[in-house]
Nanobody, 124 residues
Framework: QVQLVESGGGSVQAGGSLRLSCAAS????????MGWFRQAPGEEREFVAAITYSGGSTYYTDSVKGRFTISRDNAKNTLYLQMNSLKPEDTAAYYCARARSYGLGVHPYEYDYWGQGTQVTVSS
């Protein structure tokens, strides 16, 4: 059984930064691509970023390119999302997830394990 636990969320002003972490249990973390999604109240869960199992390739949704950076430390079984130049529209609950395959999926159905989420609130 895989468990994913996010941390690092909080409240910041526009232009600020936060670093989210996702700690994974088990010995298979390094074998799977991972992703970050977010969900605002009343909205569908949307893709933010993904990274291959080795960390060699990444992919971002257009709205966060140049501001967010996804990374991973396989020795620590941890996934990260560095978020800079935050905007009020980035306000959402952020979730990490493990991909079903090696690819950089952008749809929630392409991921099988999810964390409980961490809230990010950006004020103007």
């Amino acid at each position: 059984q895989v468990q994913l636990v996010e941390s690092g969320g909080g409240s910041v002003q526009a232009g600020g930064s936060l670093r989210l972490s996702c700690a994974a249990s088990g010995r298979t973390f390094r074998s799977y691509a991972m992703g970050w999604f977010r969900q605002a109240p009343g909205e569908e869960r949307e893709f933010v970023a993904a990274i291959t199992y080795s960390g060699g390739s990444t992919y971002y949704t257009d709205s966060v390119k140049g501001r967010f950076t996804i990374s991973r430390d396989n020795a620590k079984n941890t996934l990260y999302l560095q978020m800079n130049s935050l905007k009020p529209e980035d306000t959402a609950a952020y979730y990490c997830a493990r991909a079903r395959s090696y690819g950089l999926g952008v749809h929630p159905y392409e991921y099988d394990y999810w964390g409980q989420g961490t809230q990010v609130t950006v004020s103007s």
